[in-house]
């Protein structure tokens, strides 16, 4: 049997399709903006984890002292989409930091993310606006699930398992900065 390369790529695209790669929305939520992006959580139906590129070392600075971490960068909108959703564990001091294009208002959810987490909003300018300590729900539906959101706008947002906040004294008034160059969003 001969298979002609149109009903190979016709075959394809209906089995992604039936997969639900990269349709629907079912992951992490973070509200859209003004220009109606869907940009930092709504995920796809698949049990993935993020497939994040980048990673960048970034420090909290509290009273004088460094606690140095590792974020995995999601700038990009399906990093955000699916942001650690169906992580089981992270290393200490390992995170994820979304990076958004400006500043503005932002809420996350814990759709299929069974990690407890802290969600920390952070400005333009390295300040922490505010903690969220945020605790998984597994079997809530979309409307029952927490909301979880800046006080102010946000450029970045930063989860780190939940307890590393209250450990390490990260409040608001805190700074955050990037080792070395701050990273950028991708389109």
């Known amino acids: 049997m001969r298979v002609t390369p ?27 903006d003004q220009s109606g992006d869907q940009s930092a959580t709504a995920g796809t139906a698949t049990q993935e984890t993020t497939n994040a590129e980048e990673n960048v070392s970034a420090s909290f600075v509290t009273n004088g002292e460094r606690t140095n971490v590792t974020l995995e960068v999601a700038n990009s909108p399906d990093e955000r989409s699916q ?31 069974p990690l407890p987490l802290d969600i920390i909003f952070i400005s333009a300018d390295g300040t922490v606006i505010n903690v969220e300590q945020a605790d998984p729900q597994p079997n809530a539906s979309d409307l029952e699930l927490d909301r979880y959101s800046s006080d102010e706008p946000a450029k970045y947002v930063v989860e780190m398992r939940q307890g590393f906040a209250n450990r390490e004294g990260i409040e608001s008034g ?12 991708e389109n």
Not at 12 to 32: F, K, W
Not at 83 to 106: I, K, T, W
């Open 6 to 32: 149109a009903l190979l790529v016709a075959f394809l695209v209906v089995c992604s399709g039936c997969m639900g790669l990269g349709i629907n929305s079912d992951g992490p939520m973070q509200s859209p």
């Open 83 to 113: 942001g650690l959703m169906h992580r089981e564990s992270l290393p200490e001091n390992h995170g994820m930091v979304f990076v958004f294009d400006e500043a503005q208002p932002q809420t996350f959810w814990m759709k299929n993310t």
């Open 174 to 185: 805190t700074t955050f900065v990037f080792d070395g160059e701050r990273p950028t969003t």
